[in-house]
């Protein structure tokens, strides 16, 4: 299936691994040119760019979620240099690591601590869509992806701020989706998935959670880029507003 990828613009939030790194390649070999952003990863970033063809065909730009004046410059860099984005990935995330065995309570947890978890990974997503979205508009054709996750819907232990952050983005794509002019706005909402963070998990943890999933699995991070890219492509032509879960029936 031809998916009409072949020369469009992509931009992906927080792709130096992961999710977003699996996105960048498959988007790569459908032909698309990919922009990544990273937060202070930018060796990796430039391994990445190498990976997806050198400058000619990737490029990568440091940009944090809280700082709306590195998301901006970010996105304008993209236009600048292809003349526009096509595609917006909203995957980079902000999290808040504690010890498992040391959570606290939601009304312990000091509000310095959770502000700045909220700002990142909602307005931060707003933002960047925000100032792509204008250019979509004008051509008339356009795709959203945000990446949320299933603790949005069934929650864990000390998830309040992540669930509520992520909760948000399925209310955002809720309204983004009426914005028409061609533009398709979903949210791809893994659950566990085989990343870079689960290698120091104890194996035997990780394979009892796949035991668990209908498809007796975890996801892959190719798995889930697989979606996104056909959710960001020509093959979609009116998915919309939909959550789209990638954790094997969970």
Known sequence: MDLGLRDKRVLITGATRGIGRATARVFA??????????HSAADEAEEVVKELGGPDRARAAQCALGDPASIEAAVRGVEEAWGGVDIVVANAQSFLWVDPDQLPRFEELPTEDWFPLLRDNVEGHMLVVRHALRGMRERRWGRVVLLSSVTAEH????????????AALHGFARGLMWTR???LVNVVSP????????????P?????????????????????????VFLCSEANG??????????GGR
């Open 29 to 38: 070999e459908e032909g698309a040119r990919v922009a990544i952003t990273y």
């Open 155 to 166: 929650g864990s232990p000390g998830s309040e701020i992540y669930g509520a952050a992520k």
């Open 181 to 183: 002019d061609g533009i």
């Open 191 to 202: 659950g566990g998935t085989l990343t870079e963070s689960l290698q120091n998990v104890d």
């Open 204 to 228: 035997a943890i990780v394979a009892h959670s796949g035991s668990e999933t209908p498809s007796g699995r975890l996801s892959t991070p190719e798995d889930v880029a697989r979606v996104i």
């Open 238 to 247: 009116n998915v919309n507003g939909e959550v789209v879960h990638t954790a």
